[in-house]
């Protein structure tokens, strides 16, 4: 743990408990817990920790091993029901640029609509609109390295007809980072929005084919920037780099992403695609344009065999409670990632540390022991057009991971 992370977990868990004193009620289950007489003002400090096993089938892979994969305290507080206040750090240090996954305030005063500026995750997507521990599967897919983004922003979000319709309008101020925690610059303007057109169809006494129209949804996302500064860099299961550009300029990019599936009951089954371009590169031979040559798709289907049925309703993200006791899920997703072959002719990138093609196939069981413990178990496989050094210069590697995850 580095010495800022260290001061930041003192910073969340200390200070409220120095300010409320004996008020405050401790639980392993619950964190740190404080209300105020007249009910209005609640605050709550807990976290995230998860730990993982992993092991590379190949002999040449390096990243086999014990390691910590997220150390996330939180610091919650509301008022009423319209305000809240959310603080996450990161005490890893590795996911984030200045050890803080999100800070921000939000009001939501008027039904179906909510106003939210800080420090905020950006998403365009369906999957990455989900936070790392409420994933079906352990980690995010391919399009979550190419779109998204969190940096200080004000984001505007709301729903129609419970969730028959969802939008997300965004803009950041361009001092951020991506999912690397990599710094990322440039002003960026983001909308979002998903549809669920036949949701009224839903009901205790609908039939099966009532449910199936109820659960349809599609949606997508667009988002288009200036003055952008950073670095492209996907990874595949276990965070082996895939894909691994040098840092470069653009005058202008956009991505946009486009998503479809069903909701039935406890079976979530969707596709989801994106893209993206860059215009005006600097490049050592000149300005160049990228355009539309950075594409990903996946397919994910996930089963809840014991518990609760899906709801994905973007609007209710942030308010997902913790599964449990005794949930059982299973997940599966093939990904497939596609840069076009003008990266390497540009010198952005190069072959020895990117493929210009790749693919990962994953399944996943967790086990929701409690409301606060989840294990989970996932084997995948990455195959690569290009033998690259992550894979030990070969065109495949399979791994297995073992994580506990805990939450309070």
């Known amino acids: 743990?580095?010495?800022?992370?260290?001061?930041?977990?003192?910073?969340?868990?200390?200070?409220?408990?120095?300010?409320?004193?004996?008020?405050?009620?401790?639980?392993?289950?619950?964190?740190?817990?404080?209300?105020?007489?007249?009910?209005?003002?609640?605050?709550?400090?807990?976290?995230?920790?998860?730990?993982?096993?992993?092991?590379?089938?190949?002999?040449?892979?390096?990243?086999?091993?014990?390691?910590?994969?997220?150390?996330?305290p939180i610091v919650e507080a509301s008022y009423g029901d319209a305000w809240r206040l959310r603080i996450a750090g990161d005490l890893e240090g590795t996911k984030t640029a200045s050890n803080l996954y999100e800070a921000f305030v939000s009001w939501s005063g008027v039904p179906g609509l909510r106003v939210s500026a800080g420090l905020l995750q950006l998403p365009l997507g369906f999957e990455a609109g989900t936070r790392a521990e409420d994933l079906s599967l352990i980690e995010h897919s391919f399009s979550y390295y190419l779109n998204y983004r969190t940096d200080w922003a004000l984001r505007v979000e709301g729903e129609l007809a419970d969730g028959g319709f969802e939008w997300d309008l965004a803009a950041a101020l361009g001092d951020g980072f991506d999912a690397n925690g990599e710094t990322q610059r440039g002003p960026r303007v983001s909308a979002r929005a998903f549809a669920r057109p036949l949701r009224s169809l839903a009901g205790a006494d609908a039939s099966f084919l009532e449910s199936l129209a109820a659960g349809l949804f599609l949606g997508g996302g667009y988002a288009y920037g200036w003055d952008w500064d950073g670095s492209l860099r996907i990874r595949g299961p276990a965070g082996v780099r895939l894909f691994d550009t040098m840092r470069f300029e653009a005058d202008r990019h956009h991505s946009y992403a486009l998503s479809f599936g069903v909701e039935v009951g406890a079976v979530r089954l969707y596709w989801e695609g994106t893209r993206g371009g860059y215009f005006d590169v600097q490049t050592s031979v000149g300005e160049r344009d990228l355009d539309d040559q950075t594409d990903s798709w996946h397919t994910t289907l996930s089963w809840r065999i014991v518990g609760p049925d899906y709801d994905g309703r973007i609007y209710r993200e942030r308010e997902l409670a913790p599964l449990g006791p005794n949930v059982w899920e299973l997940a599966l997703r093939y990904a497939n990632g596609d840069i076009d072959r003008d990266f390497y002719e540009l010198a952005l990138a190069d072959y020895p540390t990117s493929s210009q093609e790749f693919r990962t196939t994953a399944v996943t069981l967790s086990w929701y022991a409690t409301r606060n413990l989840r294990l989970s178990a996932e084997v995948a496989r990455t195959q690569a057009d290009d033998d690259i050094a992550s894979l030990g210069f070969e065109g495949s590697d399979e791994v297995a991971i073992l994580r506990a995850q805990y939450r309070f």
């Open 1 to 72: 743990m580095n010495p800022v992370g260290f001061a930041l977990a003192l910073l969340l868990v200390a200070v409220p408990a120095r300010a409320f004193g004996d008020s405050l009620r401790a639980s392993p289950s619950d964190g740190l817990r404080w209300n105020s007489a007249d009910g209005q003002l609640a605050l709550h400090a807990g976290g995230v920790f998860a730990g993982e096993l992993v092991i590379h089938d190949s002999d040449n892979h390096s990243g086999s091993g014990l390691r910590t994969d997220l150390a996330k």
